[in-house]
Structure formats: C-alpha cells, structure tokens
C-alpha cells in the first residue's frame, strides 16, 4: 500500500505539528522514491535536481524531525549513513533488507520468516517482543556478475 500526501497531512495533524512547505519538499522526495531508503544526500540532491534551494542542513534536520515524529523509520546499514523511508503503519513488522556490501544497495524481503523464533523468544524469556529488524549483507546480482568478469 502506497501512503499519500493526505494520509502524511494528517498524521502531523493528529502530532499536533504544523507540514511547513519545506517538511512537505522533503516528503514529496520520499512519496516520488517510494521503496527506497534515502539518505539526507539523497533527498538533498533530489531536491536540487528538482531546483529546490532547500539546504542540506534542513534536510538533515527535517529528516530527524520526521523520524521522531515516527513518520519517517530511520535505518542504519553500517555504512555511516543512516537511511530513511516512510514509515506505513499498516504492517505489523517492517520489512528485512539485503545489503550489498560492493555497491551498497539496499533490497527489501518482504518474507517476515521470523515470526515463530519471534513467539518462541517471548514465550522462553517473559519479554512482549514488539518488533525486529533482519538485515543480510552481501552482494547483488549485478555486482556478482562484474566479479566473475
């Protein structure tokens, strides 16, 4: 399910936060990149592509806004970056992702093949598991290919 710009409208309503002009640049980026994980350059370059004056600085900082306002997830891949992609509530787990490790792609797996480790975790240790996050490193096809040439 594809989240819209009424749908965003409405969570900052219900946070109680206003959707500047610049918050919604910056949400038109993700809406436009939707499935991807964008960083703060990303979004930035994006956002020049497209003659936007916004700076990198009020990327960053919408981007942190965003992301505690819960309307953005924030991801850290390990490559000194962090990521971040529209936060859908309508799943009860977020997706796992495949890393690759040459050219730093991210994939996402939709398969949630943890959820009878999950039950068992909770159920051996007394503790409400509420979410988990999967993430495989390694390399994508493409990059495969060009190291076998």
Avoid: P, W
Avoid at 41 to 63: C, F, K, M, P, W
Avoid at 100 to 128: I, P, Q
Wanted: hydrophobic share 35%; charged share 30%; proline share 0%.
């Amino acid at each position: 399910m594809s989240i819209t710009m009424a749908q965003l409208k409405e969570m900052f309503r219900e946070r109680q936060y206003k959707l500047t002009s610049q918050r919604q640049i910056v949400l038109q980026a993700f809406l436009d990149h939707q499935g991807e994980h964008l960083s703060a350059e990303d979004v930035h370059n994006i956002l020049r592509d497209q003659s936007s004056e916004i700076g990198l600085a009020t990327v960053y900082r919408t981007l942190e806004l965003l992301s505690d306002l819960s309307v953005l997830q924030k991801m850290d891949f390990g490559d000194g970056r962090s990521r971040y992609e529209i936060n859908e509530d309508s799943t009860s787990h977020h997706h796992h992702h495949l890393i690759c490790l040459s050219c730093g792609k991210v994939r996402e797996f939709e398969d949630d093949l943890l959820d009878a480790l999950e039950s068992a975790v909770a159920r051996k240790s007394n503790f409400a598991v509420v979410d988990h996050q999967l993430k495989f490193y390694g390399y994508c096809q493409e990059c495969q290919k060009k190291s076998e040439t």
